[in-house]
């Protein structure tokens, strides 16, 4: 049974620091790329960051400069650090894993950033 686990949510002052993680188990096929998405109440799913599996990045341009994503291929985990967080970061985000066959969602997290 695929799994993915997410965990580091949560509410922080604007200018503060979150760390995501994502930790996926039960996935057969090699895993292509792995990436953070965000959706704030009454807007669309965004992608945010997103790493192949050579470590490849790539960022929506209102995140560059403040938040980093990274992997661990050998647990199968993607993290994102986010820093000099701002209200407007204030969303659900959801790791999202591609495999050659199937792509998988985890259940989402919280963020939080007051003024």
């Known amino acids: 049974q695929v799994q993915l686990v997410e965990s580091g949510g949560g509410l922080v002052q604007a200018g503060g620091s979150l760390r995501l993680s994502c930790a996926a188990s039960g996935i057969i096929f090699s895993i292509n790329v792995m990436g953070w998405y965000r959706q704030a109440p009454g807007k669309q799913r965004e992608l945010v960051a997103g790493?192949?599996?050579?470590?490849?990045?790539n960022y929506t341009d209102s995140v560059k400069g403040r938040f980093t994503i990274s992997r661990d291929n050998a647990k199968n985990t993607v993290y994102l650090q986010m820093n000099s967080l701002k209200p407007e970061d204030t969303a659900v985000y959801y790791c999202n894993v591609e495999t050659m066959r199937m792509e998988y969602w985890g259940q989402g997290t919280q963020v939080t950033v007051s003024t």
């Open positions: 790493i192949t599996s050579r470590g490849y990045t």
